[in-house]
């Protein structure tokens, strides 16, 4: 929770926080910072981090062709993670581009619900779920797909919608995830309204038809995931480190 909590400090150890750094994953978290009085000097932002060349490497090595365009989602299978819609929304597509298929990556709660949809909606043949899978071999999932969709209600940042651009993928992309606030709509990823599906579905169709505008995403997102990387991020939290030592030196005088 933020503003941390200080047990009988007093009134001044509370306030020693904003002498500090703080670090957001997302412009959003960095902008909630800021509605607790953190100075804009004090902030610094860290996207979530992964190995962005591996997943890279592992998209041109493992990249299958000759398949059908397939729509991924990786995640668990709850009510926050926005499923349903997702479902609904495929259901559009199918109706419009009945060749496309979805894959489905994850486990949970829903998905006894999600399946009792897929059969009432007759979408069996094009729907397939993949159970968990581990980290390590989401690479071969990203490598047999085109489309990454996260329809997430809500998400502190979204670590595998960036692992799917820099697979590759084209990515649509739910408005209240965090990691939306480091995107631009059109440009580096489509930003749709989870809630809607026929957003989730028009996002989908567009950049299943247009390769050329997944490619164009792809490639302008790519100053993003090189914020990514951990030696980006690593100089980040090495000026955070820095600060606090140093603000625990002059405590200690």
Request: glycine share 6%; with cysteine; aromatic share 8%.
């Amino acid at each position: 929770a933020w503003p941390p909590s200080y047990t009988g400090a007093g009134s001044s150890a509370a306030s020693d926080v904003y002498k500090r750094k703080a670090i957001g994953t997302s412009i959003a978290a960095c902008e909630y910072f800021k509605s607790w009085d953190v100075p804009s000097n004090r902030i610094l932002l860290a996207p979530q981090t992964f190995d962005v060349r591996y997943f890279k490497e592992q998209a041109q090595k493992l990249r299958q062709e000759h398949r059908a365009p397939t729509v991924l989602y990786v995640g668990h299978l709850n009510e926050r993670k926005g499923v349903m819609y997702l479902l609904t929304a495929f259901e559009l597509v199918h109706a419009e581009f009945p060749q496309a298929r979805l894959l489905i990556a994850g486990s949970g709660g829903l998905q006894d619900e999600m399946e009792n949809f897929i059969r009432d909606k007759q979408l069996e043949q094009v729907v397939e779920f993949a159970g968990f899978i581990e980290p390590g071999n989401l690479p071969q999932l990203y490598a047999q797909s085109d489309v990454f969709v996260l329809p997430s209600l809500e998400d502190t940042f979204g670590v595998v919608a960036a692992e799917a651009l820099a697979s590759g993928l084209g990515l649509v992309c739910s408005k209240h995830a965090g990691i939306s606030s480091h995107l631009t709509n059109g440009e580096t990823a489509l930003i749709v309204d989870p809630e809607d599906p026929k957003q989730i579905s028009d996002g989908i169709l567009q950049l299943l038809q247009n390769p050329e505008k997944r490619q164009s995403l792809v490639d302008r997102s790519k100053p993003f995931l090189n914020q990514c990387s951990p030696q980006y991020n690593a100089a980040i939290f090495e000026e955070a480190i820095s600060v606090a030592l140093e603000h625990k030196h002059i405590q200690h005088e």
